[in-house]
DNA sequence: TAATATTGTTAGATTAATCTAACAAATAAA
DNA sequence: TTTATTTGTTAGATTAATCTAACAATATTA
């Protein structure tokens, strides 16, 4: 059984190689993502290694191996089911959820997982949009597109967020914007690359930084 | 904040001081309860004086103070709603929820605590007869009396169990039993303290060991 | 390519929670 | 009241996860 430590580490290195726009894990960016020193990861490192689930040579490349990525594909599943849970049952609102989750990810029991699953009625995305992987470890890949990628008299639909800290979400509710909401993109100002949103009549505009943290279809 | 030990530490003071037929809590008793020897107790102990959650002096009498208590309730609290929410809303049965429970209940959030609660609508007690404490740390003290007082030709109600343990709860099961089942006790063994009960129509013999770990009214 | 900057590694220290082994105090038994 | 037993304590070691500081390898840039 892995420790709540360990599982952290799984967790980040596979957010790091498959997730966002990441290109490959270092011991630094490990470092900054898990708020640990670099000496550390690398100590980590070892021992992942020494139980097959990271593949590591010095100097080289990190990567999970199948067993290391089955495992931190199944946290993030219990996560994502656990927000879903928060969210839809408890009432928790968007920006709220993730902290907790963080929490709840590490408790062991397959059975809990199971029955939470069906309680919530097999879900298949969880509230910031991002899928919920099945039992068997498969994740539905969606969204590689952001409101960046709009262009100018366009129109989408935010299906998800890239980041999920509480200031972002807070900050995308106070803009008016919700998942599943309609966007048009009314200008996009060439010089600062700000871009001028309608969201239900109202108009606003946000930074690119924004616009790269809103996944569309 | 208090590590996931120190939090079992004082739920283990909790139980050993308050709750069943244990007179004072030790550093043997506590190391047994906690699976731990009593050197590592001792050293616990003086951490959690020096956090100002145990009255201890050395070679004297261990206790929780008015804010270790608290504390130890809260974790009771939230161990019990969470059993509750397993029991009720997942279907899991009665020996399977406390295990689980032992995780959730180190989870920090007290939105989570009150929502919870709400969502399971204020219950009183958990799967086992236990009373949940309120957000006060108020609890419903009841069931003095197990199955071994009630004389034999006398009847009674199953409100509650004292021991939690899966093998004991699917022994219960097993007889027949169940929360507010009504039990007539038909006789008792002089000689080894056997006792018939009738539950349901159905006849069966329990220990006095088992009849100790009933709590009727 | 040589100099500089970045990234990764090692060695040694620290803290929390545990252990074993030796010892001390309190309690029970003879 | 001695002796024996149980219970509690201390000292020193161990393991996991972390740190800092020094160093080594790789990558960038001039």
Chains 1, 2 share one sequence.
Not at 56 to 70: D, H, N, Q, V
Not at 115 to 143: A, M, Q, S, T, W
Not at 193 to 206: D, T, Y
């Amino acid at each position: 059984m892995l420790s709540y430590t360990e599982e952290n580490y799984l967790k980040a290195l596979l957010k790091l190689t498959m997730d966002s726009g990441y290109k490959e894990a270092g011991t630094n960016g490990l470092a900054s993502l898990l708020a640990v020193k670099p000496a550390t990861v690398n100590n980590m490192l070892k021992k992942l290694k020494e139980k097959s689930l990271v593949d590591y040579e010095k100097y080289g490349k990190i990567a999970l191996t199948a067993k290391g990525k089955k495992m931190a594909i199944d946290i993030i599943r219990k996560h994502r089911l656990w927000e879903t849970f928060l969210y839809q049952k408890l009432g928790f609102s968007w920006d709220e959820v993730h902290e907790v989750a963080e929490q709840l990810e590490h408790i062991q029991s397959d059975k809990l997982v199971d029955k939470l699953d069906k309680f919530l009625g097999f879900p298949e995305f969880d509230p910031h949009g991002d899928p919920i992987p099945n039992k068997k470890g498969e994740i539905k890949v969606r969204h590689k597109k952001t409101l960046m990628d709009v262009p100018a008299g366009g129109s989408c639909k935010m299906v998800a967020v890239k980041d999920n800290s509480s200031t972002f979400l807070q900050y995308v509710v106070k803009v008016g914007l919700g998942l599943n909401d309609q966007i048009k993109v009314v200008a996009v100002q060439p010089y600062d690359a700000l871009v001028e949103i309608e969201v239900n009549g109202i108009r606003s505009s946000v930074s690119s930084k924004f616009a790269e943290n809103i996944f569309v279809v």
